[in-house]
């Protein structure tokens, strides 16, 4: 299913195919971790299930729903394509194995190589991808952090993003400080993040692909944005198309 919500943005929806099952499912019709092929699961951060019921964090990678939703993304990419990007990551995520990347930096929030996204001291045009997960939650402005990932991001190039729960609430609520009883967050995102990236950078593309993950059956929406319009056009053919083929 393809929605176009305005001229730049569009909204994709990320169904499972057989093919995905048959890859994630062993004989035993028991989930398999994407990520590193683990069967055992249990509870989450805060003795948390996912929405489905079900456990969410895989016992060997301790990987959660997000991780593996992204992972299902990134894995609808060539090989050989996201093998010639040069990428910065802000924030380590499991879900991203940055052996599949020409080179590779990442900055962790007031530790190593650590970046402000306010102003991110990189060159112009420095990264084919910048990949930003679980982050703008925790910046005072969030624009300005998005005008500088397109800033850094070269022409041709992507950004990906994710936020927590944006399909839990109609509309973003900014409480315009880190909330502590919301772990820290400056506000929570709505459904209408996806038009945050239009006011930014009028003219860019961006796309929600929605990602099951396959382990508990439990959906989270991933971002891509960019001002290539025809890059955008690729990466949504490459995540649509087993789907349409299968
Ligand atoms: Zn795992």
């Not at 380590?92 to 962790?108: H, K, L, M, Q, T």
């Not at 609520?173 to 038009?195: I, T």
Request: aromatic share 8%; with cysteine.
């Amino acid at each position: 299913m393809l929605l176009t919500l305005g001229p730049d943005t569009l909204l994709l929806y990320f169904a499972r195919s057989d093919d995905l099952n048959d890859m994630i499912l062993d004989n035993t019709n028991q989930a398999r971790c994407n990520i590193c092929g683990g069967t055992q699961f249990e509870l989450g951060p805060n003795d948390r299930k996912s929405g489905t019921g079900k456990p969410p964090r895989c016992k060997r990678c301790q990987s959660l729903e997000r991780h593996r939703q992204l992972r299902q993304v990134y894995a609808q990419l060539p090989d050989r394509y996201l093998a010639g990007l040069e990428v910065l990551q802000l924030s380590a995520d499991i879900g991203v194995d940055p052996a599949w990347f020409n080179s590779y930096e990442v900055s962790v929030f007031q530790r190593d190589n650590s970046l402000d996204l306010e102003a991110i001291d990189r060159a112009d045009a420095s990264y084919d991808l910048v990949i930003c997960n679980h982050v703008l939650e925790h910046v005072a402005n969030d624009r300005k952090g998005l005008q500088e990932l397109m800033r850094i991001t070269r022409p041709g190039g992507f950004i990906q993003i994710t936020v927590p729960t944006p399909y839990t609430r109609a509309v973003t609520v900014d409480w315009g400080y880190p909330r502590e009883e919301a772990h820290g967050h400056y506000r929570g995102y709505g459904k209408d993040f996806l038009q945050l990236f239009s006011q930014v950078e009028p003219g860019a593309m961006a796309l929600q692909v929605e990602a099951i993950d396959e382990v508990t059956g439990a959906g989270g929406y991933v971002y891509l944005w960019s001002s290539d319009t025809a890059l955008m056009r690729q990466l949504r053919a490459w995540i649509i198309n087993p789907i349409v083929a299968g």
